[in-house]
């Protein structure tokens, strides 16, 4: 039985309706991101027990495994709750080696479309974002493969990820764009400017890393007394932090724990004062 969602929520596209604490479904697979992991029923228990938390908006992409992300939420989720929202990406190769190569061409677009729509699942895709500008292609060119794939019905809305402010414009320009994957959080901020052109156009902002790598409490050492005087842990507070620092601001914080996961939808229930907030923002 689904529980009530703590944090407020989003309209992507102003039409699809997120609560705005996601779930990124990267940390799902084996390890580099390659392979499925090594105990798929502990998955199949995160993903579900997100569903119970009241977490409807699921992020992935087909180049997490590859594959295997997309297909653990069909084998976990499918038929999916009608108020599940699930984002995948299409756009970057892997090798054994773990490289991250981007392939922006049309055809191989949408080919990944084709391969992403079996694994879901689905007909449509609720949200199909570009997962990284490929230099070898031009930009528009990929653009405009998605909105066409988006006018043949099998994509819902469309997003970007990695991306800077002239070619979110330049995206724009050729189709509506729902929403943006940028890297960003408490103690990484240098898409401020493609956050600000996303709040000025209602377009949905998901940080990805958005809790940091590694010790993020060494790069914002007031994340130490703010999390105290709250009890919380410093990646409650820095999820807190986002939530309050832009309304279009959709976190997707990825994990295959569920002790962790639950400790990250709790943080929608913290509310920081003007003091910490500004704390943690300077």
Aim: glycine content about 8%; charged content about 25%.
């Amino acid at each position: 039985m689904a529980t009530e969602p703590r944090s407020d929520t989003f309209d992507i596209g102003g039409e699809v309706t997120v609560h705005r604490l996601g779930f990124g479904a990267m940390r799902l697979t084996g390890e580099n991101i390659i392979g499925r992991p090594d105990d798929p029923d502990a998955a199949t228990d995160v993903l579900s027990r997100a569903v119970d938390l009241g977490i409807n908006f699921f992020d992935t992409a087909d180049s997490y495994g590859p594959g295997v992300s997309e297909r653990l939420l069909r084998e976990s989720l499918h038929p999916y709750p009608d108020e599940l929202v699930i984002a995948t990406k299409g756009g970057l190769l892997r090798n054994r080696s773990g490289d991250w190569i981007p392939r922006g061409d049309p055809d191989y677009l949408r080919n990944a479309l084709l391969c992403s729509l079996d694994r879901l699942g689905v007909d449509k895709i609720d949200l199909y974002q570009y997962h990284r500008p490929d230099p070898d292609v031009p930009f528009a060119d990929s653009i405009t493969a998605l909105a066409e794939l988006k006018d043949d019905g099998v994509i819902n809305h469309i997003g970007l990820s990695n991306v800077d402010v002239t070619q979110l414009d330049q995206a724009r320009e050729i189709v509506e764009i729902a929403t943006v994957q940028n890297e960003y959080n408490v103690a990484v901020r240098d898409s401020e400017s493609v956050l600000e052109a996303c709040e000025n156009a209602n377009i949905g902002f998901m940080p990805w890393s958005p809790i940091g790598a590694g010790s993020i409490e060494k790069r914002v050492p007031a994340l130490e007394s703010v999390a105290e005087a709250h009890e919380a842990t410093h990646h409650q507070i820095a999820l807190a932090w986002l939530l309050q620092h832009s309304p279009v601001m959709l976190p997707i914080p990825g994990t295959s724990s569920i002790e962790h996961l639950e400790e990250n939808a709790a943080a929608a229930d913290i509310e920081l004062s003007e003091d910490e907030y500004r704390q943690l923002r300077d």
